[in-house]
């Protein structure tokens, strides 16, 4: 069982940054591909950012496009979103998703095999 825990959410202005971490545990970190998704009030959960389970392939939704960046630290066994440029319209929930399955779509939900609570990000204008 992989448990995936997520931090960092919180209150940015406009313009400002934040930077989410997600650690996992349970398995090998290394053989399991990373995403981040968000889900906003009455929307659907949405593709954000995903990082190869080497590190070497990294995909971005077009909304957050040049302003996030995700990486992962295989000794620390932590995936992280770096935000920056921040909008009103990143408010959301941000959800943390790990997959065992390799050659799989990483922008798409339901190939992820694990999740984590989420974490509030809310930023105003």
């Known amino acids: 069982q992989v448990q995936v825990v997520e931090s960092g959410g919180g209150l940015a202005q406009a313009g400002g940054s934040l930077r989410l971490s997600c650690a996992a545990s349970?398995?090998?970190?290394?053989?399991?591909?990373m995403g981040w998704f968000r889900q906003a009030p009455e929307k659907e959960r949405e593709f954000v950012a995903a990082?190869?389970?080497?590190?070497?392939?990294?995909y971005y939704a077009d909304s957050v496009k040049g302003r996030f960046t995700i990486s992962r630290e295989h000794a620390k066994n932590t995936v992280s979103l770096q935000m920056n440029s921040l909008k009103p319209d990143d408010t959301a929930i941000y959800y943390c998703?790990?997959?065992?399955?390799?050659?799989?779509?990483?922008?798409?939900?339901?190939?992820?095999?694990?999740w984590g609570q989420g974490t509030q990000v809310t930023v105003s204008s």
């Open positions: 998703g790990a997959t065992v399955v390799g050659g799989t779509d990483l922008t798409i939900r339901n190939n992820y095999n694990y």
């Open positions: 349970g398995r090998t970190f290394g053989s399991y591909a």
């Open positions: 990082i190869s389970w080497n590190g070497g392939s990294t």
